[in-house]
């Protein structure tokens, strides 16, 4: 009798065990879904620039790219970067053809922004490049 009640007890804790683990995915899937909720919720602010270039080579393009890539990218609070070019086989009426490069930083915050505004890295990249610019346009935005 007391080995049946031994077996019965290790049966029913494994049991347990069992029932707990089977759980756990559910416990990430929560998490997870409410850290999404909460990130989504955030405000973050958008920093979208277009550059048209005085001189609209490629190897002027590619030169103000790798130089975005180089000192734009890797700032406290960015959450997203990307810099590339005109797409130009969009020609759709409302598609705005008048730039070269394009560059596209999400920030965490708007705190998060102003202080990339006066980084080392950002005013070097501005103080390099800005003579090649024949116009810039930007446009900051919150984001959720």
Aim: glycine share 2%.
């Amino acid at each position: 009798m007391a080995v049946r009640l031994r077996h019965r007890a290790a049966f029913s804790a494994a049991g347990r065990n069992i029932r707990l683990l089977q759980q756990v995915p559910l416990l990430l899937v929560s998490k997870f879904n409410k850290d999404q909720e909460r990130l989504m919720s955030e405000k973050r602010l958008s920093h979208v620039v277009f550059f048209t270039l005085k001189d609209s080579s490629d190897a002027a393009i590619q030169t103000l790219l790798d130089a975005c890539h180089k000192y734009l990218k890797d700032h406290p609070g960015v959450v997203y970067f990307g810099a590339g070019t005109l797409a130009k086989e969009y020609a759709r009426p409302v598609n705005d053809h008048a730039f070269h490069v394009c560059l596209n930083v999400v920030f965490d915050s708007r705190a998060s922004h102003d202080v990339y505004q006066t980084a080392p890295d950002h005013l070097k990249f501005i103080a390099d490049h800005k003579e090649s610019w024949e116009k810039v346009r930007v446009f900051d935005a919150d984001v959720t």
